[in-house]
Antibody, heavy 122, light 108 residues
Framework: QITLKESGPTLVKPTQTLTLTCTFS??????????VGWIRQPPGKALEWLAL???????RYSPSLKSRLTITKDTSKNQVVLTMTNMDPVDTATYYC??????????????WGQGTLVTVSS | DIQMTQSPSTLSASVGDRVTITCRAS??????LAWYQQKPGKAPKLLIY???SLQSGVPSRFSGSGSGTEFTLTISSLQPDDFATYYC??????????FGQGTKLEIK
């Protein structure tokens, strides 16, 4: 059974760096083809894909946010970490991590965490 | 980047209705399209992948079709549990995994 859970601060100040951790079980990030992504959703708005890391440490980033994002993995701990620098109130959103469904050229997601709401405010 | 546009933004329907949601890509994505269902306060749920493949455990009243730039999600007979927001997402290898803006399915 695949599960994922996000953890991190619920409140950050503008200009601070956000660090979110996704802790997962039921799969290994050392298995060929496996990936974990991050997606966010501002209140009342649409989903926005942020980043993804593959089993081989290959990384993909949203072009519009690439300069602010870093995604890393710790295979031994079954964790993926997303950092986002220079946070702004417009970054207020629920942040989800998700498991890449195997198959296909890109990435879409079959298992999702419950999400964590991050508010950016002074 | 490939942009995804869904229509309508909001759809009002009744239990038992057949409904169709459309998703258009700004350029061809072959069949590399997924559909999700999201209920308030919950994470999205994968319904369809590769345009028409039903994810395991998803009721057969959901179906997807299309290729290239135009795709549809059809619910054959709406059930009370189906009132939610639906998103499409393209997953080509040459463009970021963009989502559509969502279609909210409301009770009429």
């Amino acid at each position: 059974q695949i599960t994922l859970k996000e953890s991190g601060p619920t409140l950050v100040k503008p200009t601070q760096t956000l660090t979110l951790t996704c802790t997962f079980s039921g799969f290994s990030l050392s298995t060929s083809g496996v990936g974990v992504g991050w997606i966010r959703q501002p209140p009342g708005k649409a989903l926005e894909w942020l980043a993804l890391i593959y089993w081989n440490a290959d990384k993909r980033y949203s072009p519009s946010l690439k300069s602010r994002l870093t995604i890393t993995k710790d295979t031994s701990k079954n964790q993926v970490v997303l950092t986002m620098t220079n946070m702004d109130p417009v970054d207020t959103a629920t942040y989800y991590c998700a498991h890449r469904h195997l198959g296909g050229p890109g990435y879409y997601f079959d298992y999702w965490g419950q999400g964590t709401l991050v508010t950016v405010s002074s | 980047d490939i942009q995804m546009t869904q229509s309508p933004s909001t759809l009002s329907a009744s239990v038992g209705d057949r409904v169709t949601i459309t998703c258009r890509a700004s350029q061809s994505i072959s069949s590399w399209l997924a559909w999700y269902q999201q209920k308030p306060g919950k994470a999205p749920k994968l319904l369809i992948y590769k345009a028409s493949s039903l994810q395991s455990g998803v009721p057969s009243r959901f179906s997807g079709s299309g290729s290239g730039t135009e795709f549809t999600l059809t619910i054959s007979s709406l059930q009370p549990d189906d009132f939610a927001t639906y998103y499409c997402q393209q997953y080509t290898s040459y463009s970021p995994a963009n989502f559509g803006q969502g279609t909210k399915l409301e009770i009429k």
